[in-house]
């Protein structure tokens, strides 16, 4: 009987079915383990540590490499979340990135300090808020001056 090593856990068991199909589609054998218990009781997910994927030991590298390409398990870091001054000037269109020209943005809207402590204070919220531009394609997040 082989060994079987964990290559890789998930918070939800819906995530571990598909990427267990896409494994056992290139004919690698596949257990989950927790996967039962995280249906049953949801909350316990965190507390056990998630779903675990186990394959045989002979196939956990082909099978990392595999969930590597699929999409699966993400080996690059993000990027930091600083934010940028763009001068409003330059720049017209608000509806594109400024790096990557993508229309896939959002705007954040954050109460600032003198918010918070008015808040505080009289305990009225007031809609004094900054407004961050963000990017989903590039991860890039800019404010206009």
């Known amino acids: 009987m082989s060994e079987f090593r964990i290559?890789?856990?998930?918070?939800?068991p819906q995530d571990a079915y598909t990427a267990k199909a896409f494994l056992e589609s290139e004919e690698i054998d596949v257990f989950l383990k927790d996967e039962m218990t995280t249906?049953?009781?949801n909350f316990s997910s965190y507390a056990l540590g998630g779903v675990k994927m186990l394959v045989p030991s002979v196939d956990a590298d082909r099978a990392i490499q595999l969930l590597v390409d699929g999409g699966y398990i993400i080996l690059e870091e993000k990027p930091t979340n600083s934010i940028e001054i763009i001068s409003s000037k330059t720049i017209n269109d608000k509806k594109h990135c400024p790096y990557c020209n993508s229309s896939n943005i959002s705007m954040e809207k954050?109460?600032?300090w003198i918010t918070i402590s008015i808040y505080f204070l009289i305990g009225l919220i007031l809609p004094i808020t900054?407004?961050?531009f963000v990017c989903f394609d590039c991860n890039k997040k800019w404010k206009f001056q």
């Open 7 to 12: 290559i890789q856990t998930f918070m939800y």
């Open 39 to 41: 249906q049953v009781f």
């Open 110 to 112: 954050k109460p600032n």
């Open 130 to 132: 900054s407004k961050t």
